[in-house]
């Protein structure tokens, strides 16, 4: 197995007593979960001994800190927690404390939920909730006890195996802050002034060919991946306040069950602004359930009516007269936007990953521009939750752009990662931002094929 091999090779590189057991590539993406700090090894229980006593004289009083489990299947997993480690007796209330495991080369995480205690800081070995007990009565193995602190899945995150070869403790240091100007991997004003020009080229924009009037973009992805919560962020930031007009939540299956084209007002008695927003049912990858291809091909096409509603066992069959007859330029889809969330990257099975190869098959057919929408940075990485301006700094949202781009087979520059307005009850500047600059990129690209198309279908006046 390819996990076991991989834990040879570290275990093989670890020879010396005090070194650490994870590569310098894995180093770097915990560090970049975590912001500009450094990692300097306190505790290693193969060296010190996996008694709790060991383990505190260690990491006792020594600020925030990042536990690093191995175990015998390969697996690399372990929390962090900001608060120091005393034996104070204390439940612990910590939102940054969070746990991981490596899922290929990246690390995914798992926030503790809120209102619930991030550990207690007792004389054992480190827990994390009350749920996760590394080195379980100092022995090497580890212990899930059910709890609500956490929602871990066992399986994902250390195959079921408890049976532990090693565990370090790091000690986090913050960097001093370097100016986040030169670092950013892509240039982002975060200003007001900047809001307003994307409002503006958004608010002006005419799509190339007169007649279109709105170009319409279509959000295709799998459930809940925050399809219905882009149209509802775009309409807020337009609206001026947070609007919740199109349904969105989380359910086992997708919320949005009908074809939703949706115009967006600029502001609550303005004018419809120059593009409608498609939403769709989620994609499943179960074939029968979810969205279907042929379903998608129609959409594509302009056959599909405003509030159809899916039916996964039926696929949309278009009324004779209208089937005869191609739709209009104007009736179809200019630019398709597939939606994924960037906590579930690592995630996706091969089927929904084929499943998306299909539709971009299809959709590649018709030469239709396409854009990949990644949602949820916030939840992703807990430095970008704190600080949404540290997007671009992220090395860990870098290595997620890179790992949806090779997934789902377009370039890196076509992927926009972006913070939907999900809790929020204002509206925020960086998202807004982040929200207007994907827009303005969708514009461009449908822009891109209307031209493309125009000498054929439909020529410019
Ligand atoms: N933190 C965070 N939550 C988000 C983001 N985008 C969406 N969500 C949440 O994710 C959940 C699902 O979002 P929806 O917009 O309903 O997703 P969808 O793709 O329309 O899902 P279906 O219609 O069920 O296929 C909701 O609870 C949203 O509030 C985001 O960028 N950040
Ligand atoms: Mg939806």
Redesign the pocket.
């Known amino acids: 197995m390819q996990r076991k091999k991989m834990h040879q090779r570290l275990k093989n590189l670890s020879v010396a007593p005090q070194t650490s057991s994870i590569t310098e590539e894995q180093r770097k993406q915990l560090c970049a979960l975590l912001g500009d700090v450094e990692l300097s090894l306190l505790y290693k229980a193969s060296v010190h001994g996996y008694q709790d006593s060991a383990f505190h004289q260690r990491c006792d009083h020594q600020g925030p800190t990042l536990l690093v489990a191995y175990n015998h299947s390969g697996y690399i997993f372990g929390g962090y927690t900001s608060v120091d480690y005393t034996q104070s007796g204390q439940y612990i209330t910590d939102e940054s404390t969070f746990l991981f495991s490596f899922q290929g080369k990246i690390p995914v995480c798992i926030k503790v939920n809120s209102g619930h205690y991030a550990r207690v800081d007792d004389a054992g070995m480190p827990n994390f909730g009350q749920q996760l007990y590394f080195c379980y009565n100092n022995q090497p193995v580890v212990l899930n006890q059910r709890g609500n602190a956490f929602s871990v899945n066992t399986t994902t995150m250390y195959g079921n195996d408890s049976r532990l070869t090693e565990c370090e403790v790091y000690k986090v240091k913050q960097m001093p802050q370097i100016s986040a100007i030169h670092k950013q991997w892509r240039n982002v004003l975060w200003t007001a002034n900047r809001r307003a020009q994307l409002m503006g080229l958004i608010r002006n924009y005419k799509p190339l060919v007169t007649s279109v009037s709105r170009v319409r973009i279509l959000m295709i ?1 799998p ?8 149209f509802n962020s775009i309409n807020s930031i337009f609206m001026g306040r947070i609007t919740s007009k199109a349904m ?4 086992g299956t ?3 069950t009908q074809f939703r084209t949706y115009p967006v007002k600029d502001g609550r008695e303005g004018k419809p602004l120059p593009f409608v927003l498609c ?1 769709t ?2 994609l499943e990858e179960q074939t029968g359930a979810g969205l279907d291809i042929e379903d998608i091909s129609s959409i594509l096409q302009g056959h599909v009516p405003d509030r159809y509603k899916f039916n996964p066992t039926s696929v949309f069959q278009p009324e004779e007269q209208k089937a005869s007859r191609p739709a209009s330029l104007k009736e179809k889809i200019h630019c398709v936007v597939y ?1 994924i969330d960037a906590t579930k990257i690592s995630l996706m099975s091969d089927k929904l990953q084929e499943k998306i190869a299909s539709v971009r098959r299809k959709v590649n057919s018709l030469g239709i521009a396409q854009i990949v929408l990644m ?5 992703a990485c807990p430095q970008v939750e704190e600080n949404l301006q540290s997007l671009y700094l992220s090395s860990y949202i870098k290595s997620k752009v890179q790992e949806v781009s090779s997934r789902l087979g377009v370039p890196v520059s076509c992927v926009l990662p ?3 307005y ?2 929020e009850l204002e509206l925020e500047l960086n998202c807004d931002v982040l929200l207007l600059t994907a827009l303005q990129q969708m514009l461009n690209f449908a822009d891109d094929y209307l031209d493309d198309v125009c000498s054929m279908e439909d020529k410019p006046k």
């Open positions: 992805g459930v809940g991946a925050g399809k219905s919560s882009f969105s939540g989380s359910a997708s919320l949005t939403d049912m989620g939606v949602t949820k940075v916030d939840e972006v913070k939907n999900s809790q």
